[in-house]
């Protein structure tokens, strides 16, 4: 059986975007990711997270839509000192649409890792996700050619694209939380002409409360990262 995720507050471009079907969870089953990237043509930094609970946890149709992830309440902080900015009134969900709008402005760019997965056990759990296909940086770098930093909002998002690199990069290697490396990638299409910019990848805390960090530090985190790049 299939769904397509409510398209009721995307704007033009996500509905034609999100026609992408997402498979109903169930362990065992094939799901595709059921929103479309949000990238900016002058965004500088991308973020990149793995997948999205199932439906039934969505209080929206866009990225980090459970309303008990603290994504869009950090965002909130760092960049207007109020964790219910994004929030729609008293309502348990955000507003995607304002989301969207800020990041066009800011130049921040959200593009999943991971494009199709099985939920092991049937929840979000990244632990238990096994990644059936990652994410195409061949298509999704050259829509944002000013790009020149990947963040991670974890580990497994770290894990996913450090496994696109021509060199196998050892797990002891990998950035620890609020650390970050180069990041070499190179095309895999041998058609692609231009260059790819010198990345460099971040890993900044998970913003889902299972992660055992005070949200006071994850702000701190993220505000620290966003500083760095400029952006505050």
């Known amino acids: ?32 990711h059921p929103f479309a990237p949000v990238l900016p043509p002058n965004a500088t930094i991308m973020m990149m997270g793995t997948f999205p609970p199932t439906s039934d946890k969505w209080a929206m149709s866009f990225h980090y839509p459970n309303f008990y992830n603290d994504m869009w309440r950090i965002y909130g902080r760092v960049f207007f000192d109020d964790a219910d900015y994004f929030r729609v ?15 066009f402005e800011r130049g921040i760019a ?5 494009k199709q997965a099985i939920r092991e056990t049937g929840n979000a759990s990244d ?13 999704i770098l050259p829509q944002v050619p000013k790009v ?5 909002t974890g580990g497994k998002a770290t894990e996913v694209l450090l496994g696109l690199l021509d060199e196998p990069i050892a797990k002891s290697k990998h950035p620890k939380t609020n650390q970050s490396m180069d990041y070499p990638y190179q095309w895999q299409d041998s058609n692609q002409t231009n260059m790819v910019n010198d990345l460099t990848l971040y890993r900044l ?6 992660y055992p960090l005070s949200l006071d530090k994850k702000v ?13």
């Open 1 to 32: 059986m299939t769904i397509k995720p409510s398209n009721t507050q995307e704007d033009a471009n996500n509905k034609a975007n999100n026609e992408i079907v997402a498979t109903e969870s169930s362990s065992g089953e094939i799901e595709n």
């Open 89 to 103: 009134g008293d309502e348990k969900r955000f507003d995607p649409e304002r989301i969207r709008s800020f990041m």
């Open 110 to 114: 959200s593009c999943p890792t991971v």
């Open 127 to 139: 632990k238990n996700l096994t990644v059936v296909t990652p994410v195409d940086l061949d298509s």
């Open 148 to 152: 020149e930093t990947l963040f991670t």
């Open 205 to 210: 805390p998970s913003t889902s409360r299972a």
């Open 220 to 232: 701190a985190a993220y505000k620290a990262f966003f500083e760095r790049m400029g952006k505050l």
